[in-house]
């Protein structure tokens, strides 16, 4: 965004400054511009400057100083995700940036960011988010130094934290700034950080706090890193307990996540102008709008939990979905898009099959931790003819030509109803099916909470069965993990056993990384099951790649890095995630 931008608006100043590490694209998949465009809706002047230089804080400052507050996210990914590969190399790419450049952000980018705000503009507030942010928000172990890090709102002196998705508490903390408000209370899915000596006064007698294990406790014992993790999972879930943690002299304090957005906000937030275009200064392509620019988005969180995502963690567990109504009017708007070209790329979310799944209980007394592991809850209903009734609906569409399923396939979800299997495979399915078995061995896909292998044979079955019936030539692309923590080199030749004996040769093989914030990633630092029990844990570079390169031989550079060639649609795959605010 530009001054003369502003003024073509009728704006002297702005409301809040929003600062990313993804090139600015006004699509509802890119986080900045979702929250943007949802702050503008509500009334508040926002700019973006995406992908700053570093090196000085001319970029951050040409907008002027806000208002009321700049927010500060390192884009999509993780920046260390995006920049280094499962074995600690740097990447050539980045889906995210004009080109496909790497090097556009920088590593930690929350933490640089942040600084460059303070340098333009002392004295503002100054509140992160985003993906990165969410899953730093407590202690952490940190893969790409081997080490245990503090919370980002520490290392970032940033103001405040907002984890998870974060409409709400934005729009609740320019509300109270603009009324004169400050910042000494903390918003739902808010993080502050207060000290010690000042919190039983400034907190401590307000309310029961759920006490995580303190930096400086995990970091004498790593299984305590595993009690924590657990710990602030049950918070997201249960959706009702703060939670505390010290470090040093410093106190965080954490509220309950925000409320999920209804259905009628969801069909608020996707009915507003978006323009599905990178920002118009930009001269060649964004690699990752190539990916998601007509693809739809029914609902959000993800009832799997599994051990190795960040998604249950950042958007909750529970499903919120859009209407029917608003999906369909969406695929409307695009059929009238300039570069529309009559194929609607994907129908879903990060989990397809769940749009409109219920629970039945109340998740404050819930104490599962998947809704899905290690057996569908008899709570949990899941509505997969409407789904099926819905793709066909936009197929019937004027200008529709082409209406795809992406998005990943819970294969036990969806064993559920043969008929939405029949309906996928054989009208939604383009050729190539993507689903995330991830291994054969039951007693590792435990540890990741996923369906034991059995599942994803009897699908395969059916898959097969019905693309005969349809006369189609149709295959299923299975995204696999090595070195997962749990699994053995014994594993990993079982799996290849098995995947020789039916001649497939897989492509979308990664080695697994500990990304900060999961249950799986504590596994991998206290080298014990969540249970607490030990497990073995292929911890070194060459204990890893004897596991990957059992199932994924390939040429000498992909031997050195298994992962350097990955594209970032299969990292964000691996991940489970699409983009997130």
């Given amino acids: 965004m530009s001054r003369a931008e502003m003024r073509r608006l009728g704006w002297d100043e702005l409301d809040v400054l929003i600062v990313t590490g993804d090139a600015y694209v006004d699509h509802p998949a890119f986080g900045a511009a979702l929250l943007g465009r949802w702050l503008v809706a509500h009334g508040y002047r926002v700019g973006i400057v995406a992908q700053p230089r570093w090196d000085t804080s001319e970029d951050v400052a040409r907008l002027g100083r806000p208002r009321l507050f700049a927010g500060v996210t390192a884009g999509a990914l993780d920046s260390m995700l995006a920049h280094y590969t499962a074995f600690r190399k740097k990447r050539r ?307 529709v030509k082409h209406v795809r399923t992406a998005s990943g396939v819970r294969h036990d979800v969806a064993l559920l109803d043969e008929a939405y299997v029949r309906a996928l495979v054989g009208e939604f399915t383009g050729g190539q099916l993507k689903l995330a078995p991830e291994h054969s061995c039951d007693r590792v896909l435990w540890l990741m909470r996923k369906p034991p292998f059995g599942k994803f044979e009897d699908f395969l079955t059916i898959f097969q069965r019905v693309s005969r019936q349809a006369g189609k030539e149709q295959y299923v692309v299975p995204y696999l993990m090595s070195a997962f923590p749990g699994c053995t080199e014994a594993d990993m030749r079982a799996l290849a056993a098995w995947l020789r004996q039916r001649g497939w040769r897989p492509q979308q093989v990664q080695c697994f990384i500990p990304t900060p914030g999961t249950v799986a990633t504590a596994m991998f630092y206290a080298g014990i099951d969540p249970d607490g029990a030990p497990i073995p844990v292929a911890r070194t570079d060459a204990a890893r790649l004897r596991q990957h390169h059992i199932l994924a031989p390939a040429s000498p550079l992909a031997r050195r890095d298994p992962s350097a060639k990955m594209t970032a649609r299969q990292r964000g795959a691996r991940s489970c995630h699409r983009p997130l605010t």
């Fill in 93 to 399: 790419d980045d889906a995210y940036t004009p080109g496909g450049r790497a090097g556009a952000r920088p590593n930690r980018a929350t933490i640089v960011y942040t600084n460059l705000v303070r340098q333009a503009f002392p004295g503002l507030p100054v509140v992160i988010g985003g993906i990165e942010a969410s899953m730093r928000r407590a202690s952490h172990y940190d893969f790409w130094t081997d080490k245990l890090r503090r919370s980002l709102l520490l290392d970032s002196k940033a103001d405040l934290l907002i984890y998870g998705m974060a409409e709400r508490a934005l729009l609740q903390l320019a509300e109270r700034l603009a009324a004169g408000g400050h910042l000494g209370e903390v918003p739902a899915g808010g993080v502050l950080d207060v000290a010690r000596a000042d919190f039983d006064r400034a907190y401590g007698t307000q309310r029961s706090y759920l006490v995580l294990p303190s930096h400086e406790e995990i970091e004498a014992d790593p299984k305590k890193l595993m009690t924590a993790t657990l710990a602030l999972e049950r918070q997201v879930h249960g959706g009702a307990e703060w939670a505390t943690q010290a470090a040093g002299d410093r106190m965080l304090v954490f509220a309950p996540p925000a409320a999920p957005l209804t259905t009628e906000e969801l069909d608020a937030l996707y009915a507003l102008p978006f323009s599905r275009q990178p920002h118009p200064s930009y001269r060649e392509p964004i690699p990752a709008v190539e990916m998601v620019q007509f693809s739809v988005t029914t609902h959000r969180g993800c009832a799997g939990g599994c051990s190795f995502c960040a998604l249950a963690l950042h958007q909750g567990r529970r499903i919120r979905s859009r209407s029917r109504e608003s999906i369909l009017a969406e695929v409307a708007r695009l059929t009238r898009h300039p570069a529309w070209r009559g194929s609607v790329s994907d129908v879903g979310s990060a989990t397809a099959n769940l749009w409109r799944a219920r629970c039945a209980a109340d998740h404050r007394d819930c104490r599962r931790a998947s809704c899905l592991h290690p057996s569908i809850c008899r709570n949990f209903t899941p509505d997969q003819s409407a789904l099926a009734e819905l793709l066909r609906s936009i197929a019937r569409l004027p200008g």
